[in-house]
């Protein structure tokens, strides 16, 4: 992609970036050079390569799906104000 300084001040204004003429040509290097990475990296021959999802062959370490806590449902619904057949009851606020 070519890209020029007209430019630069365009997506500046679009922006509603106040650039000097100075920071545009700073910025319109800048964006070339990273243009240019872009076009390197396509140019790559990527055919027969499988897709990543990470560039590092990681795993998710899990821990074992074991229960830890005690079953307190009773406990819980013996305090609670409406309790009906293992059910909270509340207060119907959407009608």
């Known amino acids: ?54 560039a590092q062959d990681v795993s998710q370490r899990l821990r074992e799906d074991v229960v830890t806590e005690t079953n307190q449902r009773e406990l819980f619904q013996s305090i609670a104000s409406q309790v009906e057949a293992g059910l909270y009851l509340v207060p119907q606020v959407i009608e």
């Open 1 to 54: 992609m070519s890209l020029n300084i007209e430019d630069v001040h365009k997506v500046a204004r679009l922006a509603r970036l106040a650039m000097t003429e100075q920071e545009a040509q700073a910025a319109h290097i800048q964006l070339a050079n990273i243009f240019g990475l872009i076009a390197d990296m396509q140019a790559v021959d990527t055919k027969g390569i499988t897709p990543m999802s990470h």
